[in-house]
Every structure is written in structure tokens, then in C-alpha cells.
């Protein structure tokens, strides 16, 4: 167990190291166990946690506030749009003064080229841990309740476990590429092999690609990318399946859409998952496109944690908050 995390931000997946991930997952886990024994664990009692939105949710904001209030302690919620953010308060100025009112500070923000940098630049000038709740890059918290999830379904020796992480078609808009950014740069430290399938205007980050390739490499995994996604799903494990927007080839919402209405096809539906392993599991952060990028019959049956993996936000998200801002 590593300890040390008091204090320290989580923007990138690998701000934390695979150790830390696991004193997390480990403290997350007693937590949970906690909260089921209805026993006390007021480990932040007193403190209280800006939560700044620059889009929409309804997990991030629901878990980070009653993980807050279980802690013993109280979440803010605050929408840019209510702030002065759009008449001149900086990120300067918002770390340094919410690190003087707040005991962290947590912020979604995810517009194409602007978000990252937003938390980082509030990160410098703030005295309390940043915390990403999601920006154009990474949805670290998603996939720290993602890798609980996978763990409690398949247990904690998950080498050669095979991950697919799969891009599926939406029609809603277009989404963020954050977290099958955040899987595939996670995963490997896991153990598990990691099957990245996409139609080809659907590249993701080439730097997080690489990275993602480092860590594979690193971990003795096995990284791969098809643009196939029967192929990718067959003997899988694990079947990740989301939609987002081509933004590697355009940010036009138009142009997007005629994209992605070219794939209509990758839905996670019945046959893919008979593709997988007997007792695949399927995934899914929510909200999702149903009918369109998953069947009910998929998403309501026998293989998806969806419920699970959205409680797991929770649990994951406490232990994050209890080691940095106790
Ligand atoms: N999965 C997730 O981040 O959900 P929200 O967008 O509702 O917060």
C-alpha cells in the first residue's frame, strides 16, 4: 500500500502510479463496505469540495456529492455559467481563491483544446488537489470505478483477460474521447490486454496512443487496434462499447454527424456479445444511446454491470477524496 496521495491532484490517469491506484481501490473498497454496514466513516468531516461544471452530468455530480456528504463533509456545486468565469475570473485567480475558501477542488470541463489545460493552469495556483471530473482528454474517476468493477466481476488476476474497448454509434452528439482514452492508458497495469476497435475517422490522441503502447509494454500486456468490431469482440472478456465524435478528423458537428451515420452498424447487441466469452461482461459509463449504440436487451441483460460500474463512481471517488484531502 502507498500512502502519501494527501494533497496530490488526479488529472491524468497516471498521476497516479499502479500503486497508488491499488491504495485507492483498496480504501474505496472498505468504504464501500462501510457505507453497506451503515458504519461511520466521517474521515473528512469539516471539509468541503468545490465542484465546478463546465457541461453537463448526473453520475459525476450525484457521486461526488454524496461521497462528500458521507464523508462528513460538503460539496459546492457550481456551474461556470453562474460564475464571473466568463468576465475575466482566470484559472489563476480561481485556483488560488477556491484554495483558500475550499479543501479541494473538482472541475469538469470538457471543450476540444481548452479543458486539460484549465486544470492544469488551476492546479498550479491552488493550494488544495485538483481533481478531474472529466475534461476533453481523461475521465480518470470513471475509470478508477470501471477498473473496481471489472475486478469484482472477474476477480484480481487479470492477466490475459481480454478488454475490448470499442467505439459504437450515437446519434446524440458528438462525445467526448476521454474514456476509452482513460481505459486504454489504465487497463494494461492491470493485467489485462487491451483490443481498441474504431472506424478509421475514429482515431483517438496520438500521444495517449503512445502511452497507452508504453504501458502495455511495460506491464507485459498485449495493445491492439482493429477497425472490425465483430472481430474485436470475439473471446472477449470484458466489452466496453461507447460512442464518441471523430475529433481527431473534425470538430464541425455537422461533418461529425455524417461520419458517424456511416457506422450505424457498431451497436453492442446480442450477437456481439455472443461473440465474447460465456461471461463476458458488458460496459458502459451512461448515459448511452439506447437502441441506437446498445439494444435494451444488451444493456438490461444477464452480461451488463452498467448499475454496478455507475455505483462504483461512489466508492472510487471516496477513496480518492479520503487520501487526497483528508
Ligand atoms: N459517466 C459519467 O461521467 O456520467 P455523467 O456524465 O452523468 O456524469
Redesign the pocket.
Known amino acids: 500500500m502507498q500512502t502519501g496521495l494527501r494533497g496530490r491532484d488526479l488529472i491524468s490517469d497516471l498521476d497516479f502510479t499502479k500503486e497508488e491506484v491499488e491504495t485507492v481501490l483498496d480504501v474505496a473498497w472498505d468504504l464501500k463496505k462501510k457505507r453497506a454496514m451503515s458504519q461511520e466513516h466521517a474521515i473528512l468531516r469539516d471539509k468541503v469540495l468545490a465542484m465546478l461544471f463546465f457541461f453537463?452530468?448526473?453520475?459525476?455530480?450525484g457521486s461526488f456529492e454524496a461521497g462528500m456528504a458521507q464523508l462528513g463533509g460538503h460539496a459546492a456545486f457550481i456551474e461556470s455559467r453562474t460564475t464571473q468565469i466568463s468576465h475575466g475570473d482566470t484559472e489563476k485567480e480561481l485556483g488560488d481563491i477556491f484554495g483558500r475558501y475550499f479543501d479541494g477542488i473538482a472541475i469538469r470541463h470538457v471543450d476540444w483544446g481548452i479543458g486539460n489545460k484549465y486544470l492544469n493552469l488551476v492546479a498550479e495556483a491552488s493550494r488544495v488537489p485538483v481533481l478531474n471530473m472529466?475534461c476533453e482528454i481523461y475521465?480518470p474517476h470513471?475509470c478508477l470505478a470501471d477498473i473496481m468493477t471489472i475486478i469484482e466481476k472477474k476477480g484480481r488476476d487479470l492477466r490475459k483477460k481480454k478488454m475490448v474497448v470499442s467505439w459504437a454509434y450515437a446519434a446524440s452528439y458528438l462525445k467526448p474521447m476521454s474514456v476509452p482514452q482513460s481505459l486504454i492508458l489504465q487497463m494494461p497495469r492491470f493485467g489485462m490486454d487491451v483490443t481498441l476497435a474504431h472506424p478509421p475517422e475514429f482515431k483517438l490522441m496520438p500521444d495517449i496512443m503512445e502511452q497507452a503502447q508504453e504501458q502495455a509494454k511495460k506491464f507485459n500486456t498485449n495493445f491492439e487496434v482493429v477497425d472490425d468490431m465483430d472481430e474485436a469482440c470475439k473471446d472477449a472478456d470484458v466489452i466496453y462499447a461507447k460512442s464518441w465524435g471523430p475529433l481527431m478528423t473534425t470538430h464541425d458537428p455537422d461533418e461529425g454527424k455524417v461520419i458517424q451515420d456511416k457506422y450505424e452498424d457498431w451497436i453492442a447487441d446480442d450477437a456481439k456479445m455472443a461473440l465474447g466469452k460465456e461471461d463476458v461482461i458488458y460496459m458502459h459509463?451512461?448515459?448511452a444511446d439506447r437502441k441506437i449504440e446498445v439494444t435494451d436487451s444488451v444493456i438490461d441483460g444477464p452480461h451488463s454491470v452498467v448499475f454496478d460500474q455507475?455505483e462504483n463512481?461512489l466508492h472510487a471517488q471516496k477513496g480518492v477524496m479520503a487520501l487526497t484531502m483528508s
Open positions: 453537463s452530468s448526473t453520475r459525476t455530480r472529466q475521465h470513471q459509463p451512461l448515459p455507475a463512481r
